[in-house]
């Protein structure tokens, strides 16, 4: 106890008092950094009774700032065991290459903590001991033990040991640069640090946080263990340098944009730590859990981006009640539905997503790094849908027990209304680089029927489509200019799947479709009447005719939304993701029988397109479909109609028979390239107003002449 005292007089007298009494906070001799002797914790020495000696000594020391006595880890920490992350790169950042080995390199003070922690020198290696120099090889004091050591070295059974690969840790020897912006089409993310950065090599007394700039460095200061940990203060525990309690130590540095209105921020849902981490979750809520309900600083199973576990499964978190995994409540449990038969494949593909990927479709940038399109880089993982930093659960778009909007209008489609989609990366067709707009307009995208060519990048979507058609469009695809026609083999489908060009089919100037960009009067190609009647639509589609808007996920969700799924386009048990009362087109439940035009398949429930088009209520809503002859001859809806009815060349969604010039006939649109039977259509003025001439078929010859020049073309 005496040497100690003098020691710590000497420390006092060299102005480094912190090292062992920091102001305000524990001694260092009850935490977990005392190997001494007289240690209240596991690992300790059982003779040594000087506390700073594992660490200082204040002559004889290494070239060193703290008067460095501990032997220095000589580990390489080579770029491939450095953190890194395509996100870094490509918002600019020169990511190191390994820790610096003196005190003028960015890392040395990293190096001086993991000289113990990485595991690789043994815990009582000090250079000197009382004017006695260490023998090289042979750690002077040679009896530190306890739970979590081997042989005198930090074990990986110990909750501090990091190892010699740090690719799953906190960045270090890294830059802390808040400038550093990267610019979309539309809108400009920031690398989402604090431009009020912590003190660059402080004076005393320390801020908590702080950055550090090595001698002949840079202006910029640098992230090293101490930026976050204390080494001689364990108020906050794991000797933080802030509290981890609602991500207090994060967010002196991390101001993720929209965090503080996030759901995940201000939740007041129970938080469990399931799975077995060795970083329990802080707190009770998810408020108070903050960042490290999702990350863990070390060793966390997901890289990068520091996740608890790999990818989806952050999301799931085990079997958290509080998170989205299977035994989550009805309104959070993604788990159950993602893993269904049809489903977006966030739990089949691993590995190839990454952030940004948005700006570099074919990927490439950096060398090997992924993107979007679908022959290398196919993939669905949450945060391609989900900004879980700015997401919210208000206002809800869906009322709890329905599968559709309460009412509808021309802005119907804004992602506003849906709070869990803000600030998700998107897509515009048809509008090139520079545009100040988040929505396009008809005159923006190219003419019908025809691929688009240009897209714009969005920071954040303001429309649901924006989002599925990153790669639901030719920007993922690749397809030729001259098809919206993509064949795959799906994961849960061995058999080729038929994929299309969405925004090939939604482009508002083809003659009809769904209205997903902008209500169907603004069609600039379509004939009067451009709108359905309200009696061929149901509630609420049967008001705001002409300027009404949709999402893509009025049609597409999981099988079961008024009840024990959550609502979205996770998964499915029907095909193609359908969704409502009716799930079942072009044919029936059977998945081998046509839905065809006769009273009892016309008012079945488990028509999809019954969900929004009564085709029989009380009285046939078209005089074509009430026609004697196409009811008994029981025709089959895809005779006239295209199978996929995002949209289609010609009005009404009529499709032509098979003709292989003409990309709006083959199969997938003409199943089969077989089952349409018109060969031109002439709209009529009214629903009920529709004559035989009006018609072009290969099932009869028309009465006197035919719609002629007069068809859709």
Known sequence: MKNFIKISVLFVMLGISAICFPAGGQFISNTKHNLSKSGSYSIKSGAETEICVFCHIPHGAKAAIPLWSQEMTTSSYTAGQLYDSDYLYRFGYTLPTTLGSLPNEAGYISRLCLSCHDGTVALGSVTMLRGISATPGTPIIGDVSGTGTTAHYLSAQSSAYIGTNLKDDHPIAIQYDATKTKSFGSGTRTIELNNSAPSINPSPPYPRVQLHKPSGGNVQGHVECTSCHDPHNDTNGQFLAAAKLNGTLCTTCHQKAGWGASIHKTSGAAINNPGGDNMTIPGNTLAEAACLACHKSHSGNGTPYLLRKIEENSCFNGTSTSCHSSSATTTKNIESVITKTYKHPATTIGGVHTNLDVLYPTGGTPAGSKGLQWSDSKHSECVDCHNPHKASNTPARLAGGSWYPASVDSTSNQTAKSGALIGVTGIDPGVSAGGST????????????????????????????????????????????????????????????????????????????????????????????????AAQMKSPWNTSLGTQTMYCSDCHGADAETSTDTKGPHGSNRKFMLKGAGQYWPKKSDYATYWRLNITDGADANMFCNNCHPVYSGAWQNNVHSSATHVANNYACVECHVVVPHGTKRSRLIGYSYNVSDTATIKPYNDNNSMIKIQGFKKAAGPTSYIKTDCVTTCHTPNGTNCGSSCDP
Not at 473 to 494: E, K, V
Not at 504 to 530: C, D, Q, R
């Open 438 to 533: 988040t929505v396009s307009t008809p005159a923006s995208w190219p003419a019908k029927w025809t691929q688009v060519s240009t897209y714009r990048t969005l920071e954040s979507a303001g429309l649901e489509y924006q989002i599925c058609l990153k790669c639901h469009s030719s920007y993922a695809l690749g397809n030729a200019s001259s098809t919206p026609i993509s064949t795959y083999s799906s994961l849960s489908d061995p058999t080729n799947v038929y994929f299309t060009d969405v925004a090939w089919e939604i482009n508002p100037n083809n003659m009809s479709g769904h209205s997903l960009v902008t209500g169907l009067s603004n069609f600039p190609n379509a004939s009067a009447p451009k709108a359905l009647s």
